[in-house]
Structure formats: C-alpha cells, structure tokens
C-alpha cells in the first residue's frame, strides 16, 4: 500500500491538509498515511525546523502531502532555524527540480479573478518552475563594504545541466498540451538568462512539435493580466516562477485555488498548495482547502498513476465551485472545514 508522508506544517497548513485528507479518505484508495512536524511546529518541538526523522519519513515515503511553513515568531532567528528552510531543504534533499503549477478558472469563479470576467475566463497554463538552482540555493551572506556600510548578497546562477534537464519537462509537457512553450528570463539584463535562453534553444531542437517564445519576465507579469489566455505552457527558473505563479493565481480567481507538484527525475512529489501558512487568517477557519485538495488530485496522478481517482476530485472541486460553494477569498462565507463537506458530497 503506497505510504503518504503528511506534513502538515504551520497556520493555515494543518487547516487545508485536513481537508484534503477527508477527500482521499473518502475515495478508499488503501493508502497508508504518516504524519510528521515540519516548519516553526517543528522547531517549536524539537529546535529544527526538518527533523531527521521528517526527512527520513520524506524519503521512505512514496508522496508527500504538504501544508505550509512560516511562523512570524521565527522571522528573527537565523536563516537556517527557519520554517522556510524546510520546504527548501526537503526540495534540495529529494532532489525536487520541477514544480508545476497549473493555472486555470474554473467556471464560475470569472467573478473572484482580479481580472474582467472574459479576459479571467481563458486562463488555462502551467508554469513549470524551476526548483532546485538559481539566486535561492546560491552563496549568500552579509558583509561590510570598505565603507563599512552593511550589505546583503545573493549569488544566482544555473548552469548548463540544470537549464537543460527542466527545459525537457517543459517541453515535454507542452507536447502534451497545446504545443506552445514561453520560456521566461532577463537575458536582456542577467548572464543566467542569457544561459539560459542559450540552451533552451538548443533544447528545443528535440522538440520539433513544440512552438517556443522567450518573454522577458517583466513583460511577462504584465501580459499575465493583459491576457493570461495566451499562455500554454512557461518554463522558467525558480525566483521568476514563485512571483509569477502567485501573480497567475489571481488571474484564475484566488491564491487559494492552485496547487502543485514538485517533482524528482523518478517520479517522487512533493505536493502542495501554492500558498503559505497565511498567519492573517490562520485558526479561523477561513482558508480554501481547494488548492490542498487539488495537489492531493496531482499526488494520485503524478505519483501513484491513479488518474481516475485523481479526475474524480478535479471534477468534484468543479461542481462544489459550480454549485455556488466559496470561501471568504472568492467572496463567498463557507469555512474551511464546510468548503471541504461541499467537495466530499460531490465525489
Ligand atoms: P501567503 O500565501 O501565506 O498569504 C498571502 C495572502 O493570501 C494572505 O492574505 C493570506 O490570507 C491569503 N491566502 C493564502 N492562502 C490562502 C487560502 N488557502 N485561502 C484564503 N486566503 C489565502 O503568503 P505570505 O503572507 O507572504 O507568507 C506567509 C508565510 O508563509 C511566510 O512565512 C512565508 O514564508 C510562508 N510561505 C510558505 C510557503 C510554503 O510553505 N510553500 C509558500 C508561500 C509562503
Ligand atoms: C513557495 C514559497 C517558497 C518559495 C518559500 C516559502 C521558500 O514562496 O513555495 O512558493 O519561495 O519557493
Ligand atoms: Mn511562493
């Protein structure tokens, strides 16, 4: 029976894990689930924020469901004490470099997008966002200048082997999609980008179905809400990805409404809602579970190949949202806990 490591993490993390938990308990699927601390609960309990025994349970795991990490009582300690390095080290540690983030409306929420409702209403892509490289995993420090002016600095950089290798899964998942792939960089500006634009192209050779474009990522945030339809399929590094995904969630209605795979070269996820702990909100019982819910969906697909299952919670997301079910985040007034009732009755 395939094991499912739970981490549920902090604020709102514990909130949506629950329900996305009820939704894959309901479907009788014979998995097996195991729970570990991870994030400021985890520091909190134990003075680090990934255990040993939470990245042993990751890696033993055959998927990880994931909440959330950060806890502002941990802003102050020091960089490596803090939540986030958790989400960042089991994505280091398991070697998880592609994350895809789906982005589309689903219908009725033409109204909770920031965006007109015809202009919302076309938005269906993925950003497939680097994970593993660039200015996140690159030296870092702080230092005194000669003028003893205190300065902070982060080194970014990919090389060859990294462009290259989540290149291929973004064509590839173009090819599977509507043949458009938009790599994203500043190679107008950044030596990184410009590698990356290098081998991209030369990616792209293998590719011949697949169109490709290049958009420099500020036009790209830009275009994002003058258009979003026009996107099918980006590719683009780990920075540009984070800003732009949040970005798109809104284009399709709410933060709360996109989840994601993070994903090995062997098929190993790491699943999780695009969103963080949201500590404005935690314990009230106000946040969507839909984008928990709908990477538990990516986890039975990615993952353990159970696409029908995985189809089954897509479309009952669908129908709670078509049958008028909303959160405060798409304007509506269920709780958490009933968002996640509306899902399980349409199963
Ligand atoms: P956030 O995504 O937690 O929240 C941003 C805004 O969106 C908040 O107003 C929040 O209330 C709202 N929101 C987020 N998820 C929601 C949901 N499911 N339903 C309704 N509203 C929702 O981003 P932030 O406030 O910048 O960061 C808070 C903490 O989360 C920080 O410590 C940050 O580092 C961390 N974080 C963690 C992850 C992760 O675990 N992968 C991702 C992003 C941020
Ligand atoms: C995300 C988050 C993380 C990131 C942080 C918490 C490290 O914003 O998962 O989108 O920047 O990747
Ligand atoms: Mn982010």
Known sequence: ??????????????????????????????????????GGAAYHATGHPLPPETLALAQRADAIL???????????????????????????????FANLRPAKLFPGLEDASALRPEVAAAIDMVIVRELNGDVYFGEKGMRTTVDGLREGYDVMSYNEAEVARIAHLGFQ????????LCSVDKANVLETSQLWRDVVIEISAHYPQVALSHMYVDNCAMQLVRNPGQ???????????????????????SIGMLPSASLDSAGKGLYEPIHGSAPDIAGQGRANPCATILSAAMLLRHSLGMREA?????????????????????????????????VLAQL
Do not use: Y
């Open 231 to 253: 996107f099918d399929v980006i590719v683009t590094g780990n920075l540009f990805g984070d800003i732009l995904s949040d970005q798109a969630s809104m284009c399709a209605g």
């Open 66 to 96: 994931f909440g959330a990490v950060g806890d502002p009582l941990c802003d102050k300690l020091e960089r490596s004490l803090r939540p986030e390095q958790a989400i960042l080290g089991l994505r280091k540690h398991l070697g998880l």
């Open 173 to 180: 998942t173009a090819a599977r999609r509507g043949g458009r």
């Open 310 to 342: 995985a189809d089954r919670i897509e479309a009952a997301v669908g129908r709670a949202l078509a049958t008028g079910a909303r959160t405060s985040d798409l304007g509506g007034t269920l709780t958490t806990h009933a968002m996640g009732d509306a």
């Open 1 to 38: 029976m395939p094991l499912i490591a739970l981490l549920a993490g902090d604020g709102i993390g514990p909130e949506v894990t629950a329900e996305a938990r009820r939704v894959l308990d309901a479907l009788t699927l014979d998995l097996i689930f195991e729970e570990a601390l991870v």
